[in-house]
């Protein structure tokens, strides 16, 4: 019987293992897709515990804990630091055969060195243990990204934010390259006429552009673009159910715009024009500067009402959406193409039952003018677990160059989930490992290695031109 998370955690071979020490493990991260907060960065600051660490803003482990049992006073509510640990302490042992169980004993083992299995009866004991070690120098946020080996974060950033943090961590440095990344989905969200005014109107603020007309609001936007692009973005983002690719007339989307900017209702045909349009705008600038554009696809968001309306968004009451998604991602990526300006793109689905449509869809638009040019992003949120990393990988493999792909993500919240690209690693060594023992692929060790560092780390270096 094997030890739980010993050194060769999930590589079932001795070809996995050499494969993982030999190539993967030393590999730095670039992490290009997260939702850290750059003030913390740039502040450099030490958590007060390890809750604050490891609990604060992370909806994975709020969703545990409520399924759990856990009264909401000990996730998001105003019980202690230390009690709202000791419940996820005691909620722990209850995650089997969840991601969560894995993540948290990788977190424990490689930030802190702490190998016991957490449960409620040694919560007090890695509690203080933890949270001590985050009182030192060491264990500040540079510190612990500096402990990951990351080279890069790419933050998720508000075309109305300032940056005035990423232009602090710029002037002071830092132990990796911080940069900001364009998430213009407030700017598009017309389902809320009165709400999308008054985000117009800060737009119009802080880009000192007057916004009367369709026009305006594309410099005003376009303005931002490029300041993100002054303070060192290059990758923008967008976070939507699906993909919108309606046929529209520039006289159209001005008269929607003039709708909007009356307060009026617009129709549902009118919503989703307005949103087209927009997205083929960014995607113009997107190629106009090199950028690499993602698009995150099909998440069902704020289901429960009631908690939306007491906790607001991003708290945990999100789930996979059903959405159809071919006809009209082909539709948007063809007229980019069309005119020679679709950028480097990265599509990420999270209903599982896209993974073919997407593997297949990026062949339609890989024209040869870059390596991967259009890539299928690995498991996102629900998926960037064991098995949905595994179908992630195996589709991709069938169906394009798993060879090219740019790797993995944390897309999280928290500065302890590095180990997320460690895990990704383990599986991908395992697969090679697997197929080379099975004499499905040549023992051309060093030439796997080779693959398994490029799907890493180089291929995103290379990507990115960071």
Same mark, same amino acid.
């Given at each position: 019987?094997?030890?739980?998370?010993?050194?060769?955690?999930?590589?079932?071979?001795?070809?996995?293992?050499?494969?993982?020490?030999?190539?993967?493990?030393?590999?730095?991260?670039?992490?290009?897709?997260?939702?850290?907060?750059?003030?913390?960065?740039?502040?450099?600051?030490?958590?007060?515990?390890?809750?604050?660490?490891? @609990?604060?803003?992370?909806?994975?482990?709020?969703?545990?804990?409520?399924?759990?049992?856990?009264?909401?006073?000990?996730?998001?509510?105003?019980?202690?630091?230390?009690?709202?640990?000791?419940?996820?302490?005691?909620?722990?042992?209850?995650?089997?055969?969840?991601?969560?169980?894995?993540?948290?004993?990788?977190?424990?083992?490689?930030?802190?060195?702490?190998?016991?299995?957490?449960?409620?009866?040694?919560?007090?004991?890695?509690?203080?243990?933890?949270?001590?070690?985050?009182?030192?120098?060491?264990?500040?946020?540079?510190?612990?990204?500096?402990?990951?080996?990351?080279?890069?974060?790419?933050?998720?950033?508000?075309?109305?934010?300032?940056?005035?943090?990423?232009?602090?961590?710029?002037?002071?440095?830092?132990?990796?390259?911080?940069?900001?990344?364009?998430?213009?989905?407030?700017?598009?969200?017309?389902?809320?006429?009165?709400?999308?005014?008054?985000?117009?109107?800060?737009?119009?603020?802080?880009?000192?552009?007057?916004?009367?007309?369709?026009?305006?609001?594309?410099?005003?936007?376009?303005?931002?673009?490029?300041?993100?692009?002054?303070?060192?973005?290059?990758?923008?983002?967008?976070?939507?159910?699906?993909?919108?690719?309606?046929?529209?007339?520039?006289?159209?989307?001005?008269?929607?715009?003039?709708?909007?900017?009356?307060?009026?209702?617009?129709?549902?045909?009118?919503?989703?024009?307005?949103?087209?349009?927009?997205?083929?705008?960014?995607?113009?600038?997107?190629?106009?500067?090199?950028?690499?554009?993602?698009?995150?696809?099909?998440?069902?968001?704020?289901?429960?009402?009631?908690?939306?309306?007491?906790?607001?968004?991003?708290?945990?009451?999100?789930?996979?959406?059903?959405?159809?998604?071919?006809?009209?991602?082909?539709?948007?990526?063809?007229?980019?193409?069309?005119?020679?300006?679709?950028?480097?793109?990265?599509?990420?689905? @999270?209903?599982?039952?896209?993974?073919?449509?997407?593997?297949?869809?990026?062949?339609?638009?890989?024209?040869?003018?870059?390596?991967?040019?259009?890539?299928?992003?690995?498991?996102?949120?629900?998926?960037?677990?064991?098995?949905?990393?595994?179908?992630?990988?195996?589709?991709?493999?069938?169906?394009?160059?798993?060879?090219?792909?740019?790797?993995?993500?944390?897309?999280?919240?928290?500065?302890?989930?590095?180990?997320?690209?460690?895990?990704?690693?383990?599986? @991908?060594?395992?697969?090679?490992?697997?197929?080379?023992?099975?004499?499905?692929?040549?023992?051309?060790?060093?030439?796997?290695?080779?693959?398994?560092?490029?799907?890493?780390?180089?291929?995103?270096?290379?990507?990115?031109?960071?």
């Amino acid at each position: 019987m094997k030890k739980f998370l010993d050194e060769n955690f999930l590589l079932q071979s001795a070809t996995a293992q050499k494969l993982y020490h030999d190539y993967a493990k030393e590999m730095p991260i670039i992490d290009y897709h997260c939702h850290l907060p750059p003030d913390q960065i740039a502040d450099d600051i030490n958590f007060n515990n390890l809750t604050h660490a490891w @609990l604060y803003g992370d909806h994975y482990k709020w969703r545990a804990m409520r399924a759990n049992g856990v009264d909401e006073q000990y996730v998001t509510g105003g019980a202690s630091d230390a009690d709202k640990f000791q419940k996820w302490a005691e909620t722990v042992p209850y995650t089997l055969r969840n991601p969560l169980y894995h993540w948290t004993h990788l977190e424990l083992q490689r930030y802190f060195d702490i190998d016991a299995v957490l449960s409620g009866k040694n919560a007090k004991e890695i509690y203080d243990a933890a949270t001590a070690k985050l009182q030192t120098k060491e264990f500040s946020i540079q510190g612990l990204i500096k402990k990951m080996n990351v080279r890069v974060i790419c933050t998720t950033d508000d075309p109305i934010d300032s940056l005035e943090h990423h232009q602090k961590i710029a002037r002071d440095g830092a132990v990796a390259k911080i940069a900001p990344a364009f998430r213009p989905d407030k700017a598009m969200h017309a389902d809320d006429v009165p709400a999308l005014n008054t985000y117009i109107d800060k737009v119009a603020a802080v880009s000192g552009i007057e916004v009367n007309s369709f026009d305006d609001y594309l410099k005003a936007l376009k303005n931002r673009h490029d300041y993100f692009a002054a303070n060192g973005c290059k990758v923008s983002d967008h976070g939507l159910e699906q993909i919108y690719a309606e046929d529209y007339t520039d006289a159209e989307i001005g008269a929607i715009f003039k709708k909007i900017r009356a307060n009026e209702a617009i129709t549902y045909t009118e919503l989703l024009k307005f949103k087209s349009a927009m997205l083929v705008h960014f995607a113009y600038w997107d190629h106009e500067k090199g950028w690499v554009q993602q698009y995150h696809l099909g998440a069902l968001r704020n289901n429960n009402a009631r908690m939306l309306s007491k906790l607001g968004p991003d708290t945990g009451w999100d789930s996979i959406g059903d959405f159809s998604q071919a006809r009209a991602l082909s539709k948007f990526l063809n007229k980019l193409d069309g005119t020679d300006q679709l950028a480097k793109t990265i599509l990420y689905n @999270l209903n599982p039952a896209d993974n073919e449509l997407m593997a297949t869809m990026i062949g339609n638009f890989n024209d040869g003018s870059v390596a991967g040019k259009v890539q299928f992003g690995s498991g996102w949120w629900f998926l960037d677990q064991k098995d949905g990393m595994t179908k992630q990988l195996n589709t991709l493999s069938n169906m394009g160059l798993l060879s090219q792909m740019v790797g993995m993500l944390t897309d999280s919240r928290s500065f302890l989930s590095f180990p997320r690209h460690e895990y990704f690693r383990r599986i @991908l060594c395992n697969l090679f490992g697997d197929d080379i023992e099975n004499g499905e692929l040549p023992n051309d060790i060093e030439w796997v290695g080779k693959v398994i560092q490029d799907i890493s780390y180089n291929n995103a270096q290379k990507y990115f031109n960071w």
